[in-house]
């Protein structure tokens, strides 16, 4: 059901004509009858593509208040200048008109490749068909999720049912990963009655440990988005119960993303405990989980434990190799920095899975953090070599 | 001639059965007579390996002085605990008592996997055989620099000869490139009377702009290092004289391991302009270095300056996409955030050459770096997914 779980939510998904050859490309969510309460995420990259432009404009002129999101996938309309910006607008006025509500209540997400202008000509008589299709159904919400994919294999959809609400979502993507993909986007809904001030908070806290904490080739898009809205139908809730609610469904699709970034063969957890703190914890987990050397490694189902040490002491935190211990799927191979006797066939069998697990204890205080990563290999080049 | 070419020193290569097979592993660089000023850099890694930890005791020790620097292939002796660094030291007191000099007069570097126990009597007999091959020869000295090759295709040797005193020197590896090869090291000397003082601020300003510019993957080995030794024979010399051909002959090291990076197919030099200020210029050119999808495109000779233009944006730096403008050897294809009117086929011509330039003017300021990277591809990946 994705975005649609929640009540006071239709989507379609349909083909209007971006990607060509009848390929689904634009999705739409749209909240009834009045706008929801939202919150956003947008990338802090320098140069944000229109849409980043447009939807954050758009928040700020409606105090964060939203009727529908656009979403588009074979074109970023990135480092296109004003004529991308002209072609944002254009399609969220075109969006706002058949559904009946003001342009700046319309959001808009787009990926695909930078530097190609947006063939807004084409776009638009296809997204008219888009308001004729919504629906609340299980069949609206996966064309939606069906339509933002580009190499991804499978629809990233989540639903979490809580105490009394729901949480909704869908994803694409996974980092930049590939040439016509280009951009992570998110679409999350609510029926919990939630301030946009709230959404903000929680939404806030939910991207740490998910989407943030996931890390492909270390890229921050142009177009990176990940948006909240709350229809409010299932009435006040507890902010705790609503955060942890929607972080776990923004761990799903960030743990999805992984397992289906483009090009890998293995999904990653780097977990480092024992730092000095928290960030200490995370900044560690990111310098080996940004590692070629690792990545490479893991494509070869090696646990090659002195490439983690190397890693995570260069990372620029407090470390002693004497008090670290490396595990792998916890199984400890390395500790007090070097090599540690261990069942080696329970390592092999470990690294022979999709999902493949490092743990690095610091021995040094409390601080945790934790890295969601894919492997390096063939795949991963021939993917982004060329974007014909 | 390399590191024999200023006169007061001697070299030597052999085979001596860390790597086996009759295979050159172990190379020996030793000043006439008496020990040299010399100067040192080594990694920043908090885990740093045996020999790294060892000179740093020795230089320690002398007051930086140094009569003998011996250079293993094979085995990187890092996390190798107490038994490494006893290792360590028995390889520098065997060679201190052939040369006879003291033992913290020897300097010991060593490259190849982490993690593995030395093999400290396979490799003693050998030792032997160094000190009576050591010469002033041509042939001597590229034997010294062919030994502490791993993968590189070719020995990396340079000889700068000033007014007066000249430079020589040798290196391999280019970071961590490949599991047995791990880590960069170089050597050089001069016949130039030097303090050790004087050396180590001409170490510093060299080093900047060529080895630490040198971005391959990311990775600061537990075992990089870079020593200078002066003899002296030529007398005293200008210090800026001085520097400049240090900081000559470091660039030309760096540029042959740029060339020659394992699985690259191509070298590439990544400038930054217009910058707010040096640092930034360097930062920025860093991202852009350590982009995967740019490594990747340049592998594909693709002039993708979409994914330059997101780096730079996400570099933590002052830029904006209005002001800037993005070339491939020195053909602007975007200006002002958008893509520009440019010769095609001449952009083509450059992308398909080994050496490639990329120059991003920011348009901001006069801060300006430079950073020498390489392609990503296949051949990366082939060399380091295992260790076997």
Redesign the interface.
């Known amino acids: 059901m994705s975005v649609v779980a929640p009540r006071g939510f239709k989507a379609a998904g349909a083909a209007i004509g971006i990607k060509g050859g009848g390929r689904l490309d634009a999705a739409l969510v749209v909240a009834d009858d009045v706008a929801a309460a939202a919150a956003a995420v947008f990338t ?4 944000p593509a229109a849409p980043v432009q447009l939807s954050r404009d758009h928040l700020a002129k409606t105090g964060n208040r939203v009727r529908a999101i656009l979403l588009t996938s074979g074109n970023a309309n ?4 004003i004529e991308g910006l002209a072609a944002a607008e254009a399609l969220s006025d075109y969006v706002a008109r058949d559904v009946g509500c003001k342009g700046s209540e319309v959001l808009l997400c787009q990926t695909g ?3 190609i202008p947006f063939p807004l000509t084409d776009a638009v008589s296809g997204l008219h068909r888009l308001v004729p299709q919504l629906e609340r159904s299980a069949v609206a919400g996966t064309q939606a999720a069906t339509a933002i994919m580009t190499t991804d294999t499978f629809a990233k959809e989540v639903v979490i049912e809580a105490d009394g609400f729901v949480v909704g979502g869908m994803a694409k993507g996974a980092a ?1 990963l590939a ?1 016509d993909m280009a951009t992570m986007l998110a679409v999350l809904t609510t029926d919990a009655a939630v301030s946009s001030e709230d959404l903000g908070r929680a939404l806030h806290a939910a991207v740490g440990p998910s989407f943030n904490s996931l890390l492909v ?6 177009n990176d988005t990940v948006i909240v809205m709350s229809s409010g139908t299932a009435g006040a809730v507890d902010h705790e119960a609503f955060t942890k609610a929607l972080s776990a469904a923004c761990l799903k699709l960030a743990e999805d993303m992984a397992f289906d970034a483009e090009g890998a063969t293995k999904a990653v957890r780097i977990t480092v405990t024992g730092a000095s703190d928290d960030a200490s914890a995370h900044q560690g987990a990111r310098k080996v989980a ?4 690792v990545k ?2 893991l ?4 646990p ?4 983690v ?3 995570i ?2 990372a620029g935190i407090d ?3 004497l008090t670290t211990t490396i595990s792998y799927g916890g199984i400890a191979v ?1 500790r ?4 540690a006797d261990h069942d080696a066939a329970a390592v092999a069998a470990h690294m022979a899975e999709r999902w493949i697990s490092i743990e690095i204890d610091l021995g040094l205080g409390a601080g945790r953090g934790a890295i969601l990563t894919t492997d ?3 795949g ?2 021939d ?6």
Chains 1, 2 share one sequence.
Not at 304 to 307: A, F, I, L
Not at 383 to 388: A, F, K, W
């Open positions: 802090q990259n320098k140069a990135a480092a296109t200048g490749l930078i530097g930049m040439p080739d270390g890229a921050t898009s142009t940004n590692s070629l050397l490479c490694s494509n070869g189902e090696d090659y434990w002195g490439r040490l190397s890693e002491a260069t470390m002693d190799p390395s007090s920095g070097i090599a390096l290999g063939h991963y080049i993917e982004n070599r060329t974007t014909s």
